[in-house]
């Protein structure tokens, strides 16, 4: 993904104060992050989308820390929930409680009823219990004894997994994974940006107290409800919208994928190309917009054939392929 840092001034009709504050957020989460610009820019992405985000990297690579640097810059209300195989659905959705005193029912609303959801380590429950986010990420509401309960707006889902560790834990089916717009993956991190982390706790930095590291609530529900109204005013023109129709087509033909990207998976990329062109200054999408975030929002809608992944082969390396192929609009 590219790193939206510059602004082409002169070309946007969107609030400029709403564009400056989510940019803001990369400046406090730096604070208690180091690096990741990229995952920074795909969860900013994530909120102007409303779509959900998967972060999946190794343990220690600030997955956890990320997110929760992300929360205390916005003034939005969030929760943590530390997946484990014995978590239920209703300690994530809620669930009715009989009140002695009235003789009654009533519902205890779960740590979903909030504007950030972070889910550490989702895959360490069974399906049953992932299976319980699939109505709360798609149809913002969930259902309890069979009456539907909606969720606050704005409603993100960060979750985060380890990719190394398969012991005591439970994939992701295709029908979660899909619900997620983006997957960012984590890497590890640059040696500069080691010794900048190690200097930082030298001198006392405290991952569980980011208040004492500075980071500070930047934008609010105003700002990024202004930025939602820019982005749907962004052009595409009929040429980007059928780039990015013959890239998802590209999927479903390639044969090293039994699973390629849906309509779904279209919209979603039209959906990030639209907020990324926006961030960088920009009231139209163009050819580069759709390249830059093609990974993250297709990686885990695709499905490599056994025999291409032990040769090697990677759902990135597939789509970056197909990018090298599929024609570009002039």
């Known amino acids: 993904m590219m790193d939206p840092t510059t602004d082409n001034a002169g070309n946007t009709g969107a ?3 709403a564009r400056a504050s989510l940019e803001a957020l990369r400046a406090e989460i730096a604070k ?41 810059t916005l003034e939005l209300d969030t929760k943590r929930v530390q997946f484990t195989p014995d978590l239920m659905p209703s300690d994530i959705t809620g669930s009715l409680v009989y009140d002695t005193r009235t003789a009654e029912f009533s519902f205890q609303p779960g740590p979903v009823f909030t504007n950030l959801l972070l889910a550490d380590e989702i895959n360490r429950t069974p399906p049953k219990t992932q299976s319980s986010l699939l109505e709360a990420m798609e149809e913002r509401q969930v259902t309890v004894d069979g009456t539907p309960r909606l969720l606050p707006d ?39 940006d080691e010794i900048d982390v190690l200097t930082r706790h030298a001198e006392g930095f405290n991952p569980r107290d980011l208040r004492a590291a500075g980071v500070r609530p930047v934008a609010g529900p105003a700002q990024l409800e202004a930025a939602r109204a820019a982005v749907a005013k962004t052009t595409v023109s009929p040429e980007i919208t ?18 390629g990207v849906s309509p779904r998976g279209a919209t979603a990329l039209l959906a990030t190309s639209r907020a990324w062109a926006w961030l960088t200054g920009r009231d139209y999408v163009i050819p580069d917009d759709v390249k830059a975030l ?18 090697g082969v990677t759902a990135d390396s597939v789509i970056n392929a197909i990018l090298a192929h599929v024609p570009v609009p002039r």
């Open 15 to 17: 609030p400029a104060d």
């Open 32 to 72: 208690a992050v180091v690096g990741q610009d990229s995952a920074v820019t795909g969860l900013v992405v994530a909120l102007l989308c409303r779509g959900h985000v998967l972060l999946e990297g190794v343990p220690g690579v600030a997955k956890t820390l990320l997110v929760r640097a992300l929360a205390a």
């Open 154 to 192: 704005p409603f993100l889902v960060a979750a985060t997994q380890n990719p190394v560790e398969y012991e005591g834990t439970y994939p992701l089916p295709e029908a979660q994974l899909d619900r997620f717009l983006l997957k960012l993956t984590i890497p590890l991190p640059s040696r500069q």
């Open 242 to 259: 059928a780039y990015v129709v013959d890239i998802c087509r590209a999927t479903r033909e390639s044969p090293s994928l039994t699973l």
């Open 294 to 311: 093609a990974l993250p929002t297709l990686r885990h809608r695709v499905q490599l054939r056994p025999e291409a992944e032990m040769e």
